[in-house]
């Protein structure tokens, strides 16, 4: 592995540095992505991979989030009689045939 120290200056302030282990695939990697002229450093590489990281972190972190909110409608759903109960399979084609016909004509 080899190891790149990572800094910035900006016009305001010195950015804290840290020192990045990467596998000789990530390394090449970096490396080209700046030959290629897409960053101008390999600090810019790092910062961009890491944003792209945040933004699928918080992006993962809503979908949870609304995850257990719509658990948590169905619970409260459960909760407060809010359902269907059926006992045949004939039944059970027919109520969700029903959901089925309302999902397709919405999306028409």
Do not use: C, W, Y
Not at 56 to 69: C, G, S
């Amino acid at each position: 592995m080899t190891s790149l120290l990572t800094s910035a200056v900006t016009k305001e302030s010195i950015m804290p540095t840290q020192n990045v282990s990467l596998t000789p695939q990530l390394e090449s990697f970096v490396k080209d992505q700046v030959k290629g002229g897409m960053f101008k450093s390999a600090s810019e590489v790092h910062r961009a991979a890491l944003a792209s990281l945040m933004q699928k972190n918080e992006e993962r972190n809503l979908r949870m989030r609304r995850l257990d909110e719509a658990l948590q409608a169905g619970v409260d759903d459960l909760d407060n009689g809010r359902f269907t109960e059926v006992s045949s399979d004939e039944e059970n084609e027919a109520f969700f045939g029903g959901i089925m016909k309302r999902v397709i004509s919405k999306s028409i």
